[in-house]
């Protein structure tokens, strides 16, 4: 447990009155990133600015296994957050939460019941791309999701995303108090719009006059969202525990680069972010789009091809030169020309997405990065693909990137040992790929995932074919010499 006692002398503590905070923030998603991120910069208002903005942090699965919440309370609701480089490391106290409520502890009734906080002015979520329940492809909420038909027949006892916002938003309304901003945090194009169009389309389907009362009075706005923090590991959290002086299983690690653009749409309030380092604009799509195709679209591509040559993290793939020219070629070559950032570098851009990639001290593994590819693909590859494919123009390294990634939902590596598929349609993909012989037939099954490729992918002969022909290179010369021949011919 975190003891402000205990703690080595270096580690810098909260040093502003914790008590005169107001939660008027409410979280829900207390996970790596979120402790990373968010908090860090109300905790830096909150210390250089006196601001008063403090968190209520909150999960809504009653089945989850994850005790967070529970330790956090354990120590006060302090935690520890290490920042870290090749040459050192900084490790802040974060001390802006000022409660919790947990589904799995205190039952989502205490969830809803703080959402309703008459001064709860900012509802905000980082609960992965999955969280939002919708069509990955489309957008649209998925009506078919076991948490939705949950929340269809159970509204005041809601488990989805979409469905505990309604259940407070209904709340709020009939005792009168002002409606609160829902700003998403991850890592999905016009996040905000996809809030707002779950959250609308589950409604429609319980109240229509609420659905209309949220989309007057709600405002949703998008963000994005940059930091590198991995996982924990257990042995991560030993070693850190050391140095601290006490073991503090809330801890987190990260990488010193932050960047946060909001969307400045907040109907009650806001804190002033952009005094602690976040950018506040009209539009978010542009920068989304840049990151989303760049550094994320880059990660994945590292993540499965990594993955299969047998690099464990990120920074691993960064020691391989044909990696690091494939992954720096995707981004300038096969992203950048489908951005629309006139203002923007995109190859220094590109350059400090390499020299972050290359922080040894960051071990981000690429099995996690891996996770939840059917959530991940459509914003980072396919919609580059569509441009190219509109384009006529080179897009290699992107179908290399969808090869490699069914080669990795085959569920066997190189080496012949299994991979754990993680991803919410992993049955899906599992029957699909024991329903199919390894080769044409194997793309042939996963290109028609309708919910991630869309009607128009898997008709494209252009697409399969390139696809294939990758696919049958990382057969034939497996991941390490594909991407150099790849690159080495680019
Ligand atoms: P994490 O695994 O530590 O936390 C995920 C959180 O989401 C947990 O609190 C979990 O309870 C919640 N969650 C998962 N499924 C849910 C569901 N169906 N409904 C409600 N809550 C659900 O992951 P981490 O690192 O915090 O990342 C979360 C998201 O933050 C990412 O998926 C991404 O969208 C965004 N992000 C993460 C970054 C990172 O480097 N870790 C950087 C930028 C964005
Ligand atoms: C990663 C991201 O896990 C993943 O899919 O690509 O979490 C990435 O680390 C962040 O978006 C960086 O801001």
Not at 36 to 54: K, T
Not at 385 to 409: K, P, Q, T
Not at 420 to 438: C, F, G, I, Y
Not at 465 to 480: E, P
């Amino acid at each position: 447990m975190l003891s402000v006692e205990t703690l080595a002398s270096a580690v810098h503590l909260p040093d502003y009155p914790r008590e005169q905070l107001r939660p008027r923030m409410l979280h829900i998603g207390f996970g790596a990133f979120h402790r990373a991120h968010q908090a860090v910069c109300a905790d830096r208002l909150a210390r250089e600015q006196q601001s008063d903005w403090g968190y209520i942090e909150c999960g809504i699965n009653p089945h989850s296994s994850s005790r967070l919440l529970d330790d956090l309370r354990g120590q006060d609701h302090l935690y520890s957050v290490t920042e870290m480089t090749d040459g050192g490391e900084t490790t802040r106290v974060i001390g802006v939460i000022c409660a919790t409520a947990d589904a799995r502890t205190d039952g989502i009734e205490a969830v809803i019941e703080a959402m309703s906080q008459p001064q709860i002015a900012i509802v905000s979520m980082t609960v992965t791309e999955k969280g939002y329940c919708h069509h990955p492809a489309s957008g649209q909420l998925n009506l078919e999701h076991p948490l939705i038909q949950h929340d269809l027949a159970h509204p005041e006892a809601p488990q989805s995303l979409p469905g505990v916002i309604l259940a407070a938003v209904k709340r709020r309304r009939e005792r009168g108090l002002p409606p609160f901003s829902v700003m998403s945090c991850d890592n999905m194009p016009e996040n905000g719009q996809v809030t707002r169009r779950v959250v609308v389309q589950l409604a429609e389907q319980q109240d229509i006059g609420l659905a209309d009362y949220i989309r007057q009075h709600l405002t949703f706005p998008s963000t994005m969202v940059d930091r590198i923090v991995p996982a924990m590991t257990p042995e991560a959290l030993e070693t850190l525990g050391e140095k601290l002086g006490c073991f503090d299983p809330v801890a987190v690690q990260c990488e010193p680069f932050f960047q946060w653009v909001i969307e400045d749409n907040f109907v009650n309030g806001r804190p002033a972010w952009e005094r602690a380092g976040a950018e506040l604009v009209q539009d978010v799509v542009p920068f989304e789009e840049m990151k989303l195709r760049m550094l994320n679209g880059s990660h994945s591509f590292l993540a499965y091809l990594g993955y299969l040559a047998g690099y464990q993290h990120i920074s691993d793939c960064m020691g391989d030169e044909y990696f690091l020219r494939a992954a720096r070629t995707l981004m300038l070559e096969e992203q950048a020309p489908t951005l629309n950032t006139p203002h923007v570098d995109l190859t220094a851009y590109a350059d400090s997405l390499i020299a972050r990639y290359q922080n040894r001290a960051i071990k981000h593994r690429t099995g996690q990065i891996a996770s939840d590819g059917t959530q991940k693909l459509p914003q980072r590859w396919l919609a580059s693909i569509r441009w190219h494919l509109a384009h006529n123009s080179r897009f290699d390294l992107l179908a290399l990137g969808v090869a490699g990634w069914i080669r990795y939902v085959g569920g066997v590596d190189e080496q012949g040992a299994a991979i754990t598929l993680n991803d919410p349609l992993k049955e899906t993909l599992a029957q699909r790929v024991s329903d199919s012989a390894d080769g044409e037939a194997r793309i042939a099954a996963l290109l028609s995932l309708q919910k991630v490729f869309g009607d128009d992918l898997p008709a494209n002969p252009q697409f399969s074919a390139r696809v294939l022909h990758f696919y049958q290179l990382l057969l034939q010369l497996g991941a390490k010499e594909t991407v150099k021949r790849v690159i080495t011919s680019y």
